[in-house]
Structure formats: C-alpha cells, structure tokens
C-alpha cells in the first residue's frame, strides 16, 4: 500500500485513526491494534522561520523505536497499542503546520479511507490580539481565532474571519502591519472581544460602540461582570440589547455598593449626557426590540439619563441606576409623530438610588413622556420600580395613557419632597387611564386628569393628592397604621333606587297607619284621589342614563277584593317652575293583594325618561278612587318606591364595547 499524507492546518484538531493536533507544536498518534507503523513529521517547508531545539515521546503501551529527529523532520516508528504524545519545541519562530504521512509496514491491512485531505491552512491560533497585529499570516489563511483579546484567558477571545477592508463597525483587528482585516465573527459579541478592559479607568466607549455596529440588524451584546468607564454616548438606532451575563450586590446600605460584582457602566464624559439612547434614524420610524438588562449605570453625579428610549416598541429595561442629575431611565417619543409614537415598552425592573450630590437631588427614576406636541406615548407595561428619591419622582408621567404598573414603592430621602408617582397635564396628551395594581409613597395628579385608577395605595410614607380640576381617581386606599380601606367613587351601569316609606310625602287629606299592625306606611283612602309624592336630589352615583320605570309597593290591610286604579307622574327637571307638566304621566288598573300582602306595582315607562347627571328625581304616586275602575274600598298603604336607572355607559369614543344585563 502507498503512504498516505495527511495535511493539517495547525490550529484545529483533527482525528485521522489515530492522529490528533493538539496544537502548532503538538500531535498525538493512537495505534488501534498491534501494528508496526511509522510515523513521519515532515515540516521542512512549512516551519516560518522556525528552528527546533528538541522533541519529545511520551509513549504508552507501544515501543518506540528507529527514531530519527532532525531540524526539519521526524520518524517515529510505533508497535503495540495506545496513544504516542510528540511535542516539538521551537528555539525561534512558529511552526505553521504539520505535514503527517503514515507508512504501514508491508503487507499491513491498516489504511486510511478518504480522509487524507484535511483542509491546508484554513485557520490559525493566537494567544492575543497583540499576537495577531505582529504576525504576517499567509493570504491562504481564512479565519484566525485568539484565546483572549489582551490575555489568554481574558474573556476577549474570538473568532475572526479575512475582511477585504477595514469593516465600518469597527470590530475588527489587524495583521500584516496593518495591511490586513480581520472582522469579528461571532453571533453574539462581548464587548471584551472589541477591546473592551472593563478596568473602571479607561475609556471602553469604542469597544461598545463597535459591538453595536457589529449588529447589521440589532440583537445582544454581552457585558461581562466588569466595571467599564465610559466617557462617549453610546447610540443605536436598531434594536440592539446590552445583556449582562450576571448582576449582583452586596451592600451595608440601601445605595448599594460601588464594588458591585455585576456589570457596571460608569459615565466619566461630559455632564447632561445620556450613555446610552436607542432611537430611529429617521423621525418617524419606530424601533423594534433591544434595551438594557442586568447591568448597573452610574451616572457619576454628570449623566443627565442612564438609559433613554426614543420612539421604540417592545424595548426592555431591567437593572440598577444611580448618580443621575434628571432621570435614570427614559421613555420618550421625541422621535415620533402623530401616527407612530412609542409603545409597549417594558421595564421589567428599575432599582433607583438618587445617590449623595447635590446634583442629583432633582432626578427622576423612570420618566415617560411623548415628544411636547403631537406625539404621545400608550400601553406600557412596567413591573418592578423601587428605591430612593429625594425631590424628584420614582416615576414621571405626561402624555401618556393606558400604561400598566404592577408595583411602585419609593422611598423619600429625610428632608427631601419626592414622590412615588407624579402624573402630569399637558403636552400630546393628558396621562389619563394608566393603572397602578401596587404603590407606596406620595402621589401627586395634574389638573384636568381622569381615569388613572390605584387597585391597592398603601398610603405609608405619603398620600395621594390632586390639582385644582383633577378627577377623582377609581381605586382603593389601605390606612397604613389603621388597616381601613377606603374606596373611590364609581357610577353605576344600572341600579334600583330604594325609597323607603319614611321618605314619602303624604298629600291633603292622606294618613299613615300602620300596615299589619306594625308597618308604618301613608295611607290613600277609596272613592277619593288621594297622592304621596318624593323628591330625590340628585343621586350621586348616577351618570348620563335614563329612567326606565318606578316599582311602587302597596298592600292593604281590609279583605276587599276588586281593582286599584292609579297614576304615577315622574320627572327628571332641575329647575321647579318648569315642573307642572311632568315628563311621564301613567296610568294603570291593577288588582289588589289579600290582606296583608304586599304588592309591587310596576311602572315601566312607554318613553323612557331622560337623565342627565346633576337631576334630581320627582315621583308622585296617585290613588284614583273615584273612577269606576277603582273596585277595592279598603286603603291602600304605600310603602316604598323603587326607580329603575339605566346609564348610557362612557361617552368616549374608544372606551370599548360592554353590555349592561338585564334586571
């Protein structure tokens, strides 16, 4: 059989039965059986400039024999079974590959099927980037990999692939001095394969800046549990996520540590900056995706805002902000327009501390504004959002409305006047209708406002209050100290309306007695018109409705049988001159109940009555005894009315479809 010679690119591993690269200077061979094989390492042409000073056999369970070692060339001749490690030690220069033959003895089975072509010289290793700038890597080479950007083993290892140009983005290294690219090759980077030190001293903006680029389409950047000082804003107008692989802390006090073994940015740039803003290219355009998670910003007392969204959908934040001088974490439509405006954003937690500066006494936590004039924000939904404040809000809201909070717990430094939550008036729109399921701490709400509804205040530390004009709020309130719980008002979609017999009016020449010898009720004598009649002010849980009808209850207490015939007159007019026409004028026959049984006559009106908040309700019930119809000759005791109330529901367009049931 022919000899067979395999090519092996220095820098993969590859198993050929029985021969394995463990790296440039490396190979290891593996007798299946107990065979006589040489092995011959020729590298006379491939050794770079390299000149060997030794080589060594780690054998086991084969004989070595007929070695040969030479500058350029080894024979190792193996018999028996198991592996034969062969290291190659350079005085000067690197091996660039090895070049393998095999030479079964004769009359052997042992071959090698299809497998003697191992791509030659398809990518190599280097220790450092360092390693890779100084080395002059042949034009054949299409990949280089390190074991660490400045360091083996720092975390800034990579693949790179050949560039034919320095890449845009700017993640990329260099060979050849300088004549040759190398763009970084990985799906998902870290900042510390773009030479990212995260030493808490050097500027590492470039580095993640340049994973940001990386991104043709947005998508994660990692950031390594280090601390990384960053002096240049950060930008991306994609949906580009800074992921942190851990967060963690440990502290004595509620500012947390500035030694946090998570990842950390720290601002060291100009004051009123933002380190880091994801916004459209275009005023009008909408970004999809990315954020901010597991990282802690620091602004340093200079950073006006950690983190700000403009004009995006379905971007998330969670992580710790502190040190800010106007907000930690913002949400914004500046870039937006009338049509299409920032929505559906996510903090899914905000860790605020406002820090020690005078600075930064003023800052807000989380702040959610739309663009001043026409474009608003909707529907985001916030879950965790706590800390400490001192004069500003754990959370700021104008122009923005149906966003959901799931819990809001701020406490205010000693001597400061922050708050929890501060809803604002004004600008695109008014924040109207956002829920808050949780909240501890001040509340304050805008002049105007309306709709935003609290599920459970606990009024600890503060309490909710209201500018001139403000609506009042739908919600619960939990006493702290006391444990009360107060409720909000609500207008009812439906309701009967109980007028007891003790707020009727009886007319001339009507009594009262008592009904079964115990029920006080005005009685309306037969073979008279005899009436009682009620006023109700204006029932305050009533809105915009209508009034379908009056239940009157009456029972006798004599054992005449036959008919009543009644009239009941009703009106819901606010000014009393204009009440001697009634709106609804009915008349019905109805038979009398045995004695002592109370019966509901009902009046459901042929036109239903208009009521409009602010009426007030007037019922007048009357007995025509004297018509013919009128059979019964006992009194008839009145003993109650009911009115039945309808709403018209909201008035506002867009308040969505309900249906109010049946009695």
């Avoid at 995006?312 to 009338?338: E, H, M, P, Q, W």
């Avoid at 929890?420 to 004004?426: C, K, N, Q, Y």
Wanted: glycine share 10%; proline share 3%; net charge negative.
């Amino acid at each position: 059989m022919a000899d067979r010679t395999i090519v092996l690119a220095t820098n993969k591993r590859h198993a050929v039965r029985g021969l394995t690269v463990v790296n440039p200077q490396e190979f290891s061979a593996y007798q299946e059986d107990n065979d006589d094989l040489t092995y011959i390492v020729d590298m006379s042409s491939y050794l770079d400039g390299a000149t060997i000073s030794s080589v060594t056999r780690t054998p086991t369970g084969v004989t070595v024999s007929n070695t040969s070692n030479t500058t350029t060339r080894i024979t190792q001749r193996l018999k028996g079974f198991g592996y034969v490690d062969f290291k190659v030690t350079t005085s000067s220069g690197d091996i660039e590959e090895f070049r393998i033959t095999i030479q079964p003895r004769a009359g052997s089975a042992f071959f090698l099927p299809n497998i003697a072509s191992v791509p030659q010289n398809t990518a190599q290793l280097y220790n450092t980037v360092a390693d890779v700038n100084g080395a002059n890597i042949d034009s054949g080479i299409a990949w280089v990999r390190t074991a660490g950007y400045y360091a083996v083993g720092d975390g800034g290892g990579a693949l790179y692939k050949r560039a034919s140009s320095a890449p845009s983005h700017g993640a990329y290294i260099t060979s050849n001095a300088t004549t040759t690219y190398w763009e970084l090759a990985e799906i998902t980077p870290n900042v510390l394969q773009a030479g990212a030190k995260g030493d808490n001293s050097t500027n590492d903006a470039a580095a993640f800046q340049a994973c940001i680029n990386y991104l043709p389409n947005g998508g994660a950047v990692i950031v390594p549990a280090l601390t990384y000082a960053i002096s240049t804003a950060l930008t991306a107008n994609k949906g580009v996520l800074l992921s942190g692989d851990s967060r963690a802390d440990v502290s004595s006090n509620t500012n947390g540590s500035t030694t946090a073994a998570s990842p950390r940015i720290r601002w060291t740039g100009a004051s009123g900056s933002t380190i880091f803003t994801i916004s459209p290219a275009s005023v009008g355009d909408v970004v999809w995706g990315g954020g901010a998670e597991g990282v802690e910003w620091d602004g340093a007392a200079l950073a006006a805002t950690a983190v700000h969204f403009d004009n995006c959908k379905y971007t998330l934040f969670d992580g710790k902000v502190r040190n800010t001088t106007t907000t930690a974490v913002k949400i914004s439509s500046t870039s937006g327009s009338a049509s299409n405006f920032s929505q559906h954003n996510i903090i899914r937690s905000l860790e605020y501390v406002w820090g020690v500066a005078a600075a930064c006494e003023n800052s807000n936590g989380l702040t959610i504004v739309g663009n001043g004039s026409t474009a608003p924000g909707t529907q985001h939904t916030c879950g965790v959002i706590f800390g400490l404040v001192y004069n500003g809000s754990l959370l700021s809201i104008s122009e923005t409305d149906n966003s959901r909070f799931d819990s809001v717990h701020a406490a205010v430094q000693s001597g400061g006047s922050g708050r929890a939550i501060d809803l604002l008036a004004g600008g695109a729109q008014d924040a109207n209708h956002n829920f808050f399921q949780y909240v501890v701490g001040p509340v304050r709400q805008g002049s105007g406002l309306e709709g935003n509804t609290f599920l459970h205040y606990n009024s600890e530390g503060g309490g909710i209050t209201q500018s001139s004009g403000s609506s009042v709020w739908d919600g619960k309130l939990h006493d702290y100290g006391t444990g009360n719980i107060y409720r909000s008002h609500a207008f009812a979609l439906r309701d009967k309306i109980c007028v007891p017999s003790g707020a009727i009016i009886g007319g001339a020449s009507v009594t009262t007695g008592d009904f079964a010898a115990q029920w006080t009720g005005h009685i309306l004598a037969d073979a008279a018109t005899r009436d009682c009649s009620v006023v109700l002010p204006t029932p305050y849980h009533l809105h915009n409705g209508v009034i379908e009808g009056v239940e009157v209850l009456v029972g006798s207490d004599g054992t005449s049988a036959g008919n009543y015939r009644v009239r009941l007159r009703c009106s819901t007019k606010t000014n009393a001159t204009n009440l001697a026409t009634p709106e609804t004028d009915e008349t019905q026959t109805v038979a009398a109940e045995a004695q002592y049984v109370a019966k509901t006559i009902t009046f459901t009106f042929s036109s239903e009555l208009a009521f409009t908040r602010n009426d007030h309700i007037w019922i007048r019930f009357t007995r025509i005894g004297a018509d013919a119809a009128d059979t019964n000759t006992d009194g008839m005791y009145v003993l109650g009315f009911r009115v039945l109330y309808r709403s018209t529901g909201p008035t506002t367009a867009g308040s969505g479809t309900y249906t109010i049931p049946n009695w």
